[in-house]
Each structure stands twice: as structure tokens, then as C-alpha cells.
Nanobody, 119 residues
Framework: QLQLVESGGGLVQPGGSLRLSCAASGFTLDYYAMGWFRQAPGKEREGVSC????????NYADSVKGRFTISRDNAKNTVYLQMNSLKPEDTAIYYC????????????WGQGTQVTVSS
């Protein structure tokens, strides 16, 4: 069964850090780009970051550049999102997704993990 499972979300104070993980099962991530998206209450889902299949290229939303870092470990079939200097406006449900290529259509979605940044 194809599955993406996110973990690592939680409650953190402004300025803090979290590391999200997205583990894939039932298929290999090697040939796909991997992305992170988020959806805040009352807002549309937005792209946060994406990494190409071999990790050669990455992109980030302007709002997270310099604070978030995407990485992947194909041997573990897992992608990560390191989030530093978190702000209240980063509060959202974060989803990982498998894409055929960055900025392309998504193939699979995870169920999401809640990130709340609040004092």
C-alpha cells in the first residue's frame, strides 16, 4: 500500500525550531521530486519547498527562504523539512507530497502534521 506519513509537528514558541519527516512506504522516492506544502486556517494550500529527485535543485517560498531547509535520504525513503526561526504565521498543517517534478502535478499526498507557533 502506497503511503506517506508525516511526523515531527507540534507546538513551538516563536523563534524555535522543528524538523518534519515524511516517510514513504510501498514505493521508492528515488525517481520523484518531493515537496512540502502547508495550509493555514482559512487560507489556501501553498507550496513551501521542493527538491528534485536527485536532490540537485531545491526551491523555497519567499516567506521561508533562509529559515527552512528541505533534504532527502533516498536510502531511508524519507524527506525532511528543517524549520528554524519559526514565526506565528508559519502555523499550519504541513503536508508532504510526491511530485513528478517540482512545479509539476502531485502524485501522492501525506495526511499532514500540525505545526503551531505560539507563545
Amino acid at each position: 500500500q502506497l503511503q506517506l506519513v508525516e511526523s515531527g509537528g507540534g507546538l513551538v514558541q516563536p523563534g524555535g525550531s522543528l524538523r518534519l519527516s515524511c516517510a514513504a512506504s510501498g514505493f521508492t522516492l528515488d525517481y520523484y521530486a518531493m515537496g512540502w506544502f502547508r495550509q493555514a486556517p482559512g487560507k489556501e494550500r501553498e507550496g513551501v519547498s521542493c527538491m528534485s529527485s536527485r536532490g540537485g535543485s531545491t526551491n523555497y517560498a519567499d516567506s521561508v527562504k533562509g529559515r527552512f531547509t528541505i533534504s532527502r535520504d533516498n536510502a531511508k525513503n524519507t524527506v525532511y523539512l528543517q524549520m528554524n526561526s519559526l514565526k506565528p504565521e508559519d502555523t499550519a498543517i504541513y503536508y508532504c507530497a510526491v511530485l513528478y517534478y517540482c512545479s509539476g502535478p502531485t502524485a501522492y499526498w501525506g495526511q499532514g502534521t500540525q505545526v503551531t507557533v505560539s507563545s
